[in-house]
């Protein structure tokens, strides 16, 4: 994580050679390149989570599979990103959707990424300026991505994975009440129910390490894994568990791609 007073100072050098990256996206919502055109941090690039840290979504593979590297690759070096140096990334809701820049980037071999805690809101907060309309495009970067540097699970995997096994999804589509999205309801047998948006105060920046560490002691114990509806708010559940000094892999097919094979078990409940 950085502090948004702490990226104030950051970009206040004469040159700080951070590249920042704007990740606005939300379920329901695709007006991210808008929201992004009305005011960004100034000199923030616009990432689009659905074609840029995304590949096509179909059935077999869940809603949000990962990109194939030379995509990634590409898509980076049009952000600007260069080999050795920072990258912070943010967005509007809490880090939801800039934690998976975040993973992807690291999963990818670049090893200062950073979330803006608190996003957009907390930039304003602490007085940051805000920039409106498109930025002129950054100098095309030279970063080398390789893919693997962080641990992920298949199906397979997350169905014998041996000790905890998170659901970072609501508490409701845990439960199997509703499922907006997904062809079913419910969640994968022995998985347990930590909805994301508990990682979180009120005021949308991650709980300090030391409750973090206390939420994810009281779930269970063993290897740490974690799914969500399509990867993408795992990768914040992962960047939680990050800060509290617990390593997670990530299922990144997650239950859209589990509920859409009929030979997968579905559990529901409580438990």
């Not at 199997?176 to 990682?199: F, K, L, M, Q």
């Not at 990530?250 to 030979?263: H, V």
Request: aromatic residues 6%; proline residues 8%; glycine residues 12%.
């Amino acid at each position: 994580m950085i502090s948004a007073d702490d990226l104030r100072k950051l970009l206040s050098g004469s040159d700080s050679g951070v590249h920042l990256l704007d990740v606005r996206w939300a379920l329901g919502d695709p007006d991210g390149p808008q929201h992004y055109l009305e005011g960004h941090i100034p000199g923030a690039v616009f990432v689009d989570l659905e074609t840029e840290l995304a590949a096509p979504p179909s059935p077999a593979w869940g809603r949000h599979p990962l990109p194939e590297i030379a995509h990634l690759q590409k898509c980076a070096r049009s952000w600007g990103l260069r080999a050795g140096e920072p990258v912070v990334v943010y967005d509007a809701t809490g880090g939801m959707a800039a934690a998976r820049a975040w993973w992807l980037l690291r999963w990818a071999g670049m090893a200062d990424v950073r979330i803006l805690d608190g996003g957009l809101p907390a930039w304003e907060r602490v007085g940051g300026e805000l920039a409106t309309g498109s930025e002129s495009d950054p100098a095309a970067g030279d970063v080398v991505l390789t893919a693997g540097n962080l641990p992920m699970i298949d199906a397979d995997g997350a169905a014998g994975w041996d000790g905890l096994l998170l659901d970072a999804r609501a508490g409701e589509r845990y439960r199997g009440e509703v499922e907006p999205v997904d062809p079913r309801a419910g969640h994968i047998p022995g998985a347990v129910s930590a909805p994301t948006a508990e990682n979180l105060t009120a005021e949308g920046t991650f709980k300090d390490p030391e409750r973090l560490r206390e939420r994810f002691a009281g779930l269970g114990s063993g290897p740490v894994a974690v799914y969500c509806g399509s990867g993408v708010t795992a990768a914040h559940q992962i960047a939680a568990l990050a800060a509290a000094g617990i390593d997670a892999t990530l299922y990144p097919g997650s239950w859209s791609q589990w509920s859409s094979d009929p030979e997968r078990p579905v559990a529901t409940g409580e438990k």
